[in-house]
């Protein structure tokens, strides 16, 4: 086939590359109102063993369109991964428009930053990574959607996956982004971290005012069924904070089977907790309690009333971690050593100087700790 018959990405195949950077006179410039190669690439290409920082044509660097807010060095660092795994293929001779294809979708690909909005320049098109971050998904409980997080390791899904459970009146980010913290910290040493708003919480389906423990006991053990299908050759824990610790410990003595179970400043008080938050709430005249706006209904309050949290806890079986401040002014001290000497083998561990919510960096850092302790012991 003549060169004049070819189609054009074969005559743009085919044609000898440029081995060093344009002349001062070349009037063809880059595009650098997309991405700043000159920050990001080069330093990529170093970290990444290509020594001639100029062996890549520069007319054929990819051009990122990406979301607002990306740091430049997240995007040096998915360059930096990218390079590594296409690196072979550019030394064995292959054209540098497909080798930088291949940068552009496995590096992005391989540390899960962020969606590719659009690439231009390469013949890859448009890209979606298989895994970010941190993403979103949705669980249909009977009809009722619950929404929750991923928090994903940067090598994907691995062996261990949590399951992390808010507590009375949070969400899945709880407040000063606890679970956010906590999520990333895990997903950082190799855990893949799921984290759920229960029913009527957080941008989940169901009303606030129908909140009860036995149900979101139920909720707990259908989440981690759904897990199991799901990543069928993972290993499931279960953790909760809270009021969640009061449905993760129960939803294992109901057989929900985690492989280790950690309760985070777990509620055992719970009665006292409504009462308390009742006290200090609107009474409306059908007897719901108005608690900044969220409905505390009748059910909740007759339900902890006439429940022992402590009862049955002997039963679990699992790797337990009960773990609080010292300052925690929700749930006393007591409550949580109580509950940690009522499960066999269950490890106490206390951390100093900070409140319900783990607030501040060291104690955030040491429950982290304690829980990657107990998920690899």
């Known amino acids: 086939m003549s060169p004049r018959n070819r189609s054009p990405r074969s005559r743009l195949r085919n044609r000898p590359l440029r081995r060093s950077r344009p002349s001062a006179g070349d009037q063809r410039q880059p595009d650098h109102k997309a991405t700043d190669k000159v920050a990001l690439w080069y330093p990529a290409c170093r970290r990444a063993g290509l020594q001639h920082r100029h062996r890549l044509p520069w007319q054929r660097w990819p051009v990122l369109r990406q979301?607002?807010?990306?740091?430049?060095?997240?995007?040096?660092?998915?360059?930096?991964?990218?390079?590594?795994?296409?690196?072979?293929?550019?030394?064995?001779?292959?054209?540098?428009?497909?080798?930088?294809?291949?940068i552009a979708q496995r590096g992005w690909q391989a540390q899960g930053r962020h969606r590719i909005v659009g690439v231009s320049h390469l013949p890859c098109g448009q890209q979606e990574p298989s895994r970010m971050p941190t993403s979103n998904v949705v669980y249909d409980d009977q009809g009722v959607q619950l929404t929750g997080s991923i928090d994903l390791p940067e090598t994907g899904v691995g062996q261990d996956i949590l399951l992390l459970m808010h507590g009375f009146t949070g969400h899945r980010m709880e407040l000063a982004y606890f679970f956010v913290d906590i999520g990333r910290r895990l997903a950082a040493h190799?855990?893949?971290?799921?984290?759920?708003?229960?029913r009527g919480c957080g941008e989940s389906g169901g009303r606030f005012e129908d909140i009860t423990v036995a149900d979101q006991i139920r909720q707990v053990g259908a989440l981690m069924q759904w897990l199991g299908e799901r990543h069928p050759h993972a290993r499931l824990h279960l953790a909760g904070f809270s009021m969640g610790g009061l449905a993760a410990a129960h939803a294992t003595l109901r057989g929900a089977a985690p492989k280790t179970l950690t309760l985070i400043a777990p509620a055992g008080n719970m009665a006292e907790v409504?009462?308390?938050?009742?006290?200090?709430?609107?009474?409306?005249?059908?007897?719901?309690?108005?608690?900044?706006?969220?409905?505390?209904?009748?059910?909740?309050?007759?339900?902890?009333?006439?429940?022992?949290?402590?009862?049955?806890l002997e039963g679990i079986a699992v790797p337990t971690l009960v773990i609080q401040?010292?300052?925690?002014?929700?749930?006393?001290?007591?409550?949580?050593?109580?509950?940690?000497?009522?499960?066999?083998?269950?490890?106490?561990?206390?951390?100093?100087?900070?409140?319900?919510?783990?607030?501040?960096?060291?104690?955030?850092?040491?429950?982290?700790?304690?829980?990657?302790?107990?998920?690899?012991?």
């Open 67 to 102: 979301p607002e807010g990306v740091p430049a060095s997240v995007r040096s660092t998915v360059f930096e991964a990218g390079i590594r795994r296409a690196l072979h293929g550019l030394r064995a001779g292959k054209p540098a428009r497909a080798g930088l294809a291949r």
């Open 190 to 198: 190799g855990v893949t971290v799921y984290r759920f708003d229960f």
């Open 274 to 312: 409504v009462r308390r938050n009742r006290d200090a709430a609107l009474v409306l005249p059908d007897g719901t309690a108005d608690l900044l706006g969220l409905p505390i209904g009748l059910a909740l309050r007759d339900e902890v009333e006439s429940w022992d949290p402590m009862a049955g």
């Open 325 to 377: 401040c010292s300052e925690d002014a929700a749930v006393p001290v007591a409550v949580g050593r109580a509950i940690a000497k009522s499960i066999p083998g269950a490890r106490w561990h206390e951390v100093p100087d900070a409140d319900h919510i783990f607030g501040r960096i060291v104690a955030r850092e040491a429950l982290a700790k304690a829980m990657l302790a107990r998920l690899f012991d």
